[in-house]
């Protein structure tokens, strides 16, 4: 009902809620990175690295947090630094599937009815702009950056296998079931204890088997519903088989797996190895790419991969990369067909030494390719 930011030192500031309206119990609130604030009058907000302080009085929670930001003003310009970049989602699109992953948590955590609807129109809000710039950035970062793994996954994983849909030459409406289905593709992880979900440490054998429960729970949680497409539900229910055989819960294989959930199961793990997760630091896309393609024989479906991998690039925009001459750029855009040669711009020359220019390189007219990652660090 109220709300007060308390500006301290960099990095230290205090925030207090008065008779705060929240559907997320104390225990959640503690687990989560970043916290969605949304005011009676409509605006919203995004309270970052926040920890909770003094919570014996509920009429009054204190707590400290880096920063705060405007939704609507400062989302998606704080997450993007190419100057070329052309995102493939809009703000709009971004809070709509953030709204939408937020209403669907809090549906599963309260043992409510998920809003079909709102998945639904948010797959199509999705689909719209990937098919109307299909050759635009994937711009994952942004919807990242926003908050913990559980709402960023999810709408990641739907743009991406929006992305391979559209190279598959999907139609619209196939597309929008697409889309649903990737949305709600690990809803059943919402079900597990979120100490399991953010824990740290490797997981033991039955907190394993926990996890690896979350596709028939999600199953459980759609099933019921008399108007949901049957591939959204088998694609929540077999996005973790293995095309030759041997994933969960069933064991399928090849083509026995549904079409929509072999798509899923590539951006799924795409967009998990790119993740930094609380047991490991997020990969690297080039490195991420090479470990899907290693897989092709025993995991996923090698059409849909090669798909996959023409739409991503080997080296996505704004990755690092080492060149031939030994100097390092940062990736502008792919070039189609010539994987090894994108647009770049450069960032050290071959001495080491800061490149300071605003030009871009096609490396398609020069003599330089890429030979590797770089040191994103530098």
């Given at each position: 009902m109220a709300f007060v930011?308390?500006?301290?030192?960099?990095?230290?500031?205090?925030?207090?809620?008065?008779?705060?309206?929240?559907?997320?119990?104390?225990?959640?609130?503690?687990?989560?990175?970043?916290?969605?604030l949304c005011a009676g009058t409509g605006e919203e907000y995004i309270i970052q690295d926040?920890?909770?302080?003094?919570v014996t009085n509920m009429k009054e929670i204190r707590g400290w947090a880096s920063d705060i930001a405007h939704l609507n003003r400062s989302f998606v310009e704080a997450?993007?630094?190419?100057?070329?970049?052309?995102?493939?989602?809009?703000?709009?699109?971004?809070?709509?599937?953030?709204?939408?992953?937020?209403?669907m948590v809090n549906a599963v955590r309260g043992d409510a009815r998920i809003q079909m609807r709102e998945a639904q129109e948010a797959a199509t809000q999705l689909l719209g702009e990937v098919s109307h710039t299909p050759h635009a950035i994937v711009n994952l970062m942004a919807v990242r950056s926003f908050d913990d793994y559980t709402y960023a996954?999810?709408?990641?994983?739907?743009?991406?296998?929006?992305?391979?849909?559209?190279?598959?030459?999907?139609?619209?409406?196939e597309m929008k079931i697409l889309g649903m289905a990737a949305l709600l593709h690990d809803v059943g992880l919402l079900k597990l204890p979120l100490e399991l979900l953010h824990k740290e440490a490797q997981l033991t054998e039955e907190e394993f088997e926990q996890v690896r429960q979350h596709p028939q729970l999600g199953y459980d949680l759609v099933a019921p519903a008399v108007d949901l497409d049957p591939r959204i539900k088998q694609t929540v229910l077999h996005h973790h088989e293995k095309f030759q055989g041997g994933g969960y819960?069933?064991?399928?294989?090849?083509?026995?797996?549904?079409?929509?959930?072999?798509?899923?199961?590539?951006?799924?793990?795409?967009d998990a190895l790119t993740?930094?997760?609380?047991?490991?630091?997020?990969?690297?896309?080039?490195?991420?790419?090479?470990?899907?393609?290693?897989?092709?024989?025993?995991q996923f479906d090698p059409e849909i991969l090669a798909v996959f991998v023409r739409r991503m690039s080997i080296f996505p925009p704004g990755s690092?990369?080492?060149?031939?001459?030994?100097?390092?750029?940062?990736?502008?855009?792919?070039?189609?067909?010539?994987?090894?040669?994108?647009?770049?711009?450069?960032?050290?020359?071959?001495?080491?030494?800061?490149?300071?220019?605003?030009?871009?390189?096609?490396?398609?007219q020069s003599d330089l390719y890429v030979v590797g990652p770089g040191t994103s660090s530098k």
């Open positions: 930011w308390i500006v301290g030192e960099a990095g230290d500031h205090q925030f207090i809620f008065q008779d705060l309206a929240c559907s997320d119990s104390l225990e959640t609130l503690s687990l989560k990175k970043d916290l969605y926040f920890r909770l302080d003094e997450k993007t630094e190419l100057p070329d970049q052309k995102g493939m989602l809009s703000p709009k699109t971004q809070q709509k599937a953030i709204r939408t992953m937020s209403s996954h999810s709408i990641n994983v739907a743009t991406l296998a929006l992305t391979i849909g559209h190279g598959m030459r999907m139609s619209p409406s819960p069933k064991g399928l294989k090849g083509h026995a797996i549904p079409l929509f959930a072999r798509i899923v199961a590539i951006a799924d793990v795409y993740s930094p997760r609380p047991f490991r630091p997020q990969i690297y896309p080039y490195d991420a790419i090479r470990i899907l393609l290693s897989n092709t024989e025993n690092m990369v080492r060149l031939n001459d030994g100097s390092e750029a940062l990736v502008i855009r792919p070039n189609p067909g010539a994987h090894l040669k994108p647009v770049v711009r450069l960032v050290r020359d071959m001495q080491g030494m800061r490149a300071y220019t605003t030009n871009n390189l096609d490396l398609v």
